[in-house]
């Protein structure tokens, strides 16, 4: 059965650094497109990034980028967000999905991970 468990959230100062973990089972996650969005409360969700399923390639929101990097640990099953200079608009719960293709509908979501950035 196809799963996906974040991992990795808390609370953070702004400044201050966090690194998310999305654990896969079930498929072939090396043949998969990752991706991580987030859901602030009373926002919609929001597409924050994206890994080819070879790693080849990444994408990332305007929001995001320069701060956040994703990568893909074919051999632990694992994609990473790792989130640098976290700004209070990042609070929000975070969670991945995986897809086929980049084009495709998604497959599957976690159950995410809430992530808080305050003094």
């Known amino acids: 059965q196809v799963q996906l468990v974040e991992s990795g959230g808390g609370l953070a100062q702004p400044g201050g650094s966090l690194r998310l973990s999305c654990a896969a089972s079930?498929?072939?996650?090396?043949?998969?497109?990752m991706n991580w969005a987030r859901q602030a409360p009373g926002k919609g969700l929001e597409w924050v990034s994206g890994i080819y399923s070879d790693g080849s390639d990444t994408y990332y929101a305007d929001s995001v980028k320069g701060r956040f990097t994703i990568s893909k640990n074919h051999a632990e099953n694992t994609v990473y967000l790792q989130m640098n200079s976290l700004k209070p608009e990042d609070t929000a719960l975070y969670s991945c999905?995986?897809?086929?293709?980049?084009?495709?509908?998604?497959?599957?979501w976690g159950q995410g991970t809430q992530v808080t950035v305050s003094s």
């Open positions: 999905a995986a897809k086929k293709t980049p084009g495709a509908a998604y497959d599957s």
């Open positions: 079930g498929f072939t996650f090396r043949s998969y497109v």
